[in-house]
């Protein structure tokens, strides 16, 4: 019986006369994917032994302790907590995950919240996760599930903040070519549980928070915003952004007073030092570096000729799209890079940063040559894909077809022109989330 592919539409992007090619490209891609998900990387982290709990080589102990519990919160949270109970099982005493559905696996219940924006979904499963914190005490392990989306699943806003003008503002973040750290500084300025917060509330429990990384740099305060870990930004690092991206003056009012009492010191900063932190430890245990490490792995084991990136691809996506197909156009073999780009949004189109960065491509790409642009939660922006494969063929498709590439990019409306070509990539949920891979694959 052949493997299940984790792209559902394998099968139906292996065509034309680059099949063979795309399938190469395909394998490597789903490959990638694999190593990043956590009913792969958790039992390889975690390991329980009798009376001890080992994490990444280091033992705790549970002989003095009475009380395991499980917060967790971003789109691979869910299957995190399926993955930790199949190792701890009946050691974990209770758990609330906020994730993309509802569901429960032992002691701990898995609640749907809410993405990409903030809503009332979140902020009712947040103060739930916030009421079970109140129970660590000294004698307490507590496992902090964190992974990319955390920042949207997870949120108590400060006080004078209403839950609509925040959604105004994050809109306005996303909106605005921002990237996912700036957004980061921002929305930690404006929560009571973010940059470390939550690390505070937990304390003196030991913490241990096991993270999937969605952000290009793996800065641990900028994933999920840091509910665990140090944050060195500030209030006025969070206004600089704001007027930096012409936001300032349109963000709501409520939003601009908080950030300048917090300059003044009349609200509470994110945490700073270790000792705010309490006895917390952050593991990543995968990120855009693992998934790109396997992917090379599996070029290798294919004879394939590989370069990896070192460079993380940032920027608009329709010019970075276009500069990473020239930079690479003749090179044999295959490329694999991550990152993650952003798109400034002008049109009423659906779409996303990886069809972007594709559909800016399609003009420029070269013969015998394949590009994979792949969102590796398996959602891109607002549509149903997880990005796109385009090859020489496409962009001749796209003639006969009379679809112009530029049309089509100037109204944001990516996914229009991959469904009517048929280059979309359909994964689902893939129940992980480590930023986006790109591979660009030039025949011999």
Not at 209 to 214: C, N, Q
Request: with cysteine.
């Amino acid at each position: 019986m052949p493997a299940k592919h984790i792209i559902k539409n394998f099968s139906g992007l292996v065509k034309g006369k680059l099949a063979s090619e795309r399938k190469l490209v395909l394998e490597i891609a789903e490959a990638s994917l694999k190593a990043v998900m956590p009913s792969f990387v958790i039992p390889e982290k975690v390991k329980l032994n009798k009376e001890k709990i080992n994490v990444a080589g280091k033992n705790y102990s549970l002989k003095k302790i009475e009380n395991v519990l499980v917060i967790g919160f971003g789109k691979a949270s869910g299957e995190m907590a399926r993955s930790l109970y199949k190792i701890l099982g009946k050691k974990i005493n209770k758990g609330i995950v906020a994730s993309q559905e509802n569901s429960k696996v032992g002691s701990i219940k898995i609640m749907k919240a809410d993405h990409p924006l903030t809503g009332e979904k979140t902020i009712s499963v947040s103060k739930q996760i916030m009421k079970l914190a109140e129970e660590a005490d000294k004698k307490t392990i507590v496992f902090v599930l964190i992974s990319g989306g955390g920042s949207a699943m997870f949120e108590l806003p400060a006080e004078r903040i209403k839950l609509t003008e925040l959604r105004k503002l994050n809109n306005l973040l996303i909106k605005n070519s921002v990237n996912i750290c700036e957004i980061n500084t921002v929305r930690k300025h404006l929560s009571t549980v973010k940059g470390g917060l939550l690390a505070k509330k937990l304390s003196p429990a030991t913490v241990i928070s096991l993270v999937i990384s969605d952000v290009p740099s793996n800065n641990l305060s900028s994933i999920a915003s840091g509910p665990t870990a140090i944050d060195k930004t500030s209030y006025k690092d969070a206004v600089k952004i704001l007027k930096k991206h012409k936001i300032w003056r349109t963000a709501p009012a409520s939003v601009r007073k908080h950030l300048l009492a917090g300059m003044n010191g009349k609200a509470e900063e994110t945490a700073k030092t270790k000792k705010e932190l309490g006895k917390v430890e952050n593991y990543i245990i995968a990120s855009a570096e693992s998934a790109a490490h396997e992917a090379v792995n599996k070029a290798r084991e294919m004879k394939i000729k590989v370069k990896l990136e070192k460079k993380k691809i940032s920027g608009e996506a329709r010019i970075q799209g276009p500069k990473f197909v020239h930079r690479n156009n003749l090179r044999k073999g295959i490329v694999i890079a991550t990152g993650e780009t952003t798109v400034n949004v002008k049109g009423k189109g659906n779409g996303g940063r990886n069809q972007e960065f594709a559909l800016a491509s399609v003009k420029g790409i070269k013969e015998k040559t394949v590009l994979l642009c792949l969102a590796s939660d398996g959602k891109d922006g607002d549509s149903n894909y997880a990005g796109a494969i385009i090859d020489s063929e496409t962009r001749k498709k796209a003639e006969k077809l009379k679809l112009d590439p530029n049309k089509f990019l100037k109204q944001n409306n990516s996914t229009a022109f991959f469904k009517r070509t048929r280059n979309g990539i359909v994964t689902g949920n893939t129940e992980t989330n480590v930023s986006d891979v790109f591979f660009l694959y030039c025949g011999e």
